[in-house]
């Protein structure tokens, strides 16, 4: 039997499809967003509409993104896997497995089907020390 | 009669409530006087407080009382919860709380609480009496016992009722709420108030005695309470930027959250409104679109039930879905589960509206949005669940299993994290058939795609390239972002955040889309551009390591869109993404395009490679130059255009060739050669500080001689010319024009400001308040001369050092004109040194200066002049200065 993830994998893609073809995200697309994702849904969108998602990319290859959170504070999320320093995270996905994903996480996502993340491009040396959590707002 | 007087009355006014215990006390009806005395003394003793005396004025007194409590409750009459409101209760905190308690959780209010409901009866009935207006009977007023009146009160009669009812010891007290329902509610005789109220008394039948006076004071006390504002809460923790736990922010409007909380909660109360509804059995077969399906097992993951069902043949669409051998996952949500309580074997109908996914790698179809959904039994009756045992839990996703947004990369099997920082999931480009070359892709839309990857690497594409330019960027690492990044050195910062003039391109793919590029060359020289623009333009080339930077929108870049625009529709036919090569779009329906997206290529000469083939595409749609003259008639306005014309006349701020805006007049043959009269002679071409001068341009312009540029994609704004970003500004050699010939407009009426224009006047008055001259160094113009230390007839020049015996001299002179076609209009024209001096010669010069009148009447012109100011207010005159073309 597929995972609960397979099926959010196969929603985010619709999403950026239908997106790319007429630059909106219709009501029953954000409905399953809902419907899969529950309130955390609500939540990442809100950060989308903010345009709280920024990918830094380094000349190296590598790339991570930056979410400003609710309160103001800047999460790091890892392009290579599902992990975010947020509280959130931790209990509900980590811990209690109640969610797929956090958030901030799955602002990343719908941000990058809808193209509203912000780019930056960041040098190596700079990029290293977001990796390596030595940066003040990163965690 | 007291108990007539008890009688309800559904119409009456909101009434406040006296303090409890009032019709406590006296429990025989010798004692009543007394009480009603003690009760009626207690309240008003208190009441005069606030007011004035009440003795005396008891009928103002109570309308004042009435209008205070009735400002308290609730307009609503017959209310249960105003009844409940304005309570008397046991503590003053409870006071301004407006919630119905149910008397289990407040004893003590129970116990406060004695005959409540007769005495708000009797008190009811006597506001009723005040607010109707109507004079009082005398017989009712004879009832009312004031402090000072003897007469008998109607409330007092009801307060002995109620004494005498306390007596009865009835069953144990009902819920509070429920007595003042009856209360509100009750409007029969009193044969029904007798019967209900022994229980009511019951409950304050501990405290007999004591509560008359102290009642009193604590309705009073309620009354003003509620009628106070309630003070700020100090001390409450006021949340913090860091407290993101409990703050609740407001979703922006018009967004796509603000969308789904609408959505939402439309949804929750559709559930709602269906789950009661559909609990009077709603039959499946009534609705073709109901799912009918059996369970075969369930999982729970994240807060999700997954169940595995099977759709029964029976209904229509369960069959449409795949008939009985297709398995379909069915996804509820705790609520809907929890309301379902549904395992494996149940039945299941979900009604619409559900939503369908289908999963591209596995064969399941995937039901969402299963809100409405019912459990059957074998009658197709519709039964509450019965409880289960819990699903069990699907592990967690390994987080290393990322989702992929794009359709085309082949999904990898999920794999286990190396050591390695390349993520396991490895993607390959999308290939065309048509290109022989596998790696270079067509479509620019395909590499913004390919960012979207964890593991995009930089794609090659082929475009045609429509422009080449030069643009000021500012370094990517802005100080803004270097503050988030940590501890930088500012210094860098500051070197990082400096605008350098790169080359960009301007690229269009076979489909139509445009994308700009920026090269990582900066404009070391103007060889670089020139170079590349004649290499690269108009050629299809391969773009190497194409990594995407930004994505621009209309209204975030207007100027790259109004170049856009100026390539649009395009040459050739796009190409429909995804289309064989038959497919083509007519280019004339098609729509400019709303973004674009800003790449950067590999650094160096190879990330723009020439393809080998025609000399020039198809697609590329060169600038072609046009006339001054059909430009300012048939260019719109705000549309881009080239041409070429001679430079007559420069203002700039100030001589550094890198100073960055400056007015520009030009002109070409066709506005030289046309009638008088009918077009203008020169255009006004503004060059604003993003357009980016070549060195030798700007060498050029800061010279006073004469010059030729072609300008290449500027903007036409009325009549005027605007070179702004993407603009290019190349020079030309001087031909064609003698600029010793050039004609400019004459001055008239409807000359405008900021233009050139010719004029002859006789001078008529000077501005001799500006009228000066002073020496100035023969060899650097500085006027910083200073005499000579030692020899009185030399000066010594400030600047360049140099020893001047005969100084040059400048003059300022501002003269009036009277001119021909300007009656009305006073001119002032400020002089050019060589027509100073030729004025001058002709008036006589004197111990102290020239004389005014030697200078009145002197002809000039015809001058070429350039157009300070127009005003028309208060009078309509002009202020001119002097050029020379």
Known sequence: MSCLSAVAEEL??????????????????????????????????????????????????????????GSGKVYTCYASCHYCPCPAFTFSVLRRGDSLLCKHILAVYLSQATQLSQQEAVSDQQMSDILSGKTRDST | MPLRKRRRDARAPPRAFPPAGAGEGAKRRAGRSTERRRFAEGFWETHSKEEDSLCGQPLKADRQLVQSASSTAHSKQGERQESVLIQWSSSDSELSDCEPKPPATNAVTRRRLPCYQPVHQSYSSYLRMITTAKQPQEGEFENIEWDSDSSDHDGSVEISDCDSITEEQGDS???????????????????????????????????????????????????????????????????????SAKKKRKFLRGGLAERLSKLQSRQRSAVSFWRHQSSYSTHPGTNPSALVLEMLSVQEECGLQLALCRPLETHLTSRSLGGASEELLVLF??????????????????????????????SHTVILNTHFSQRLVHDSKVVVGIPRAA????????LTRLFSLTDRSDPAPQKTPTASPVPPRQCRPALREAEADREVCNSLLEVTEARGRADWSARHVQVVVQRVYCLNIADPSSPILLKNRGPQSTSQAQMMSQPSSRVCLLVQDSCGVFSEVQLHDSLADDGNLRRYAS?????????????????????????????????WPPATPPQARGASQGSWEDPAKLQAPAFCYVLSADHGERAVQVAPGQPSDELYQPAVAHSLKEILQGVPHSQRCTFTATVVHKRLKSTDPGQSEFWLFVTDSSLQTGQEGEQQRTVPVYVSSSCVLLQEVARTLSQPSACRLTFKDVVKEHDAVLCVERSLLQLEPLRDLDPSLIQLDQL??????????????????????TASSWPTCTLCDSDRLEKAPGNQQEFLCGLCGATVDKPAVKMHLEVFLSCPPLSQCTVKVKLLQDTIKSVLNSAACGQEGYEVENVLGVALGPLAAYVRVVSRQPTFWMSLEEISL
């Open chain 1, 12 to 69: 985010l893609r619709d999403i950026k499809r239908v997106f790319a073809e007429t630059s909106k995200i219709p009501d029953d697309l954000l409905v399953a967003l809902k419907f899969v994702f529950g309130s955390t849904a609500l939540q990442a969108l809100d950060l989308v509409d903010h345009r709280s998602v920024t990918c830094l990319s380094s000349p190296s290859g590598r790339k991570v993104f930056q979410v400003i959170g």
């Open chain 2, 391 to 398: 699903p069990a839990v699907c592990p967690l996703y390994p």
């Open chain 2, 173 to 243: 007290a009902e819920p509070f709420l429920g007595d003042a329902v009856d209360i509100s509610d009750r409007s029969s005789g009193p044969d029904t108030t007798a019967s209900v109220t022994p229980a009511r008394c019951d409950m304050n039948s501990e405290q007999p005695g004591r509560n008359v006076g102290r009642s009193a004071s604590d309705w009073v006390r309620c009354v003003q309470a509620l009628l106070k504002t309630p003070p700020k809460q100090e001390g409450r923790r006021f949340r913090t930027p860091e407290d």
């Open chain 2, 748 to 769: 008239g009426p409807t000359t405008a400001t900021n233009t050139l224009c010719t004029l002859r006047g006789v001078i008529v008055s000077v501005d001799e308040g």
């Open chain 2, 535 to 567: 290499e690269w333009e108009g050629q299809r080339c391969v773009l190497r390591g194409v990594k995407v930077v930004q994505r621009l929108t209309r209204a975030r870049s207007p100027w790259l869109f109004s170049l856009i625009d100026s390539l």
């Open chain 2, 333 to 362: 949500s705790k609520d809907t589960a929890v309301h379902l309580l549904a395992g494996p074997g149940d039945t299941v109908c979900v009604f619409p509206p559900w939503q369908k996914l289908t999963l591209k790698d596995q």
